[in-house]
């Protein structure tokens, strides 16, 4: 069983920032690829930024040079960090893994179960 959590999500005005964490657990031989996705009311999930071994960090044009993705391989933890931010990126965030699990060696996706991050004064 693997399982994704996150956490650091909350209420902060415009120009604010915030620090988003997903740690991922379980029975995981190898994760190839983390990110964080998110979904405003009325809207479909959006890819955020991500990261594969080896690459550079992907990101969506609407938050490149605002957030910052990064990945702590040793604790299977994957990082965003949320600056500027304005309330357009009022959403829920998920956390996305593409991995293989130890068991079956079977490659997967996985999420989380997102964490709500809103902005506004």
């Known amino acids: 069983q693997v399982q994704l959590v996150e956490s650091g999500g909350g209420l902060v005005q415009p120009g604010g920032s915030l620090r988003l964490s997903c740690a991922a657990s379980?029975?995981?031989?190898?994760?190839?690829?983390m990110g964080w996705y998110r979904q405003a009311p009325g809207n479909l999930r959006e890819l955020v930024a991500a990261v594969t071994n080896g690459g550079s960090p992907n990101y969506a044009d609407s938050v490149k040079d605002r957030f910052t993705i990064s990945r702590d391989n040793a604790k299977n933890t994957v990082y965003l960090q949320m600056n500027s931010l304005k309330p357009e990126d009022t959403a829920r965030y998920y956390c996305?893994?593409?991995?293989?699990?130890?068991?079956?060696?079977?490659?997967?996706?996985?999420w989380g179960q997102g964490t709500q991050v809103t902005v506004a004064s």
């Open positions: 996305n893994a593409n991995l293989v699990v130890r068991d079956s060696f079977r490659l997967g996706e996985y």
């Open positions: 379980g029975s995981i031989f190898n994760i190839y690829r």
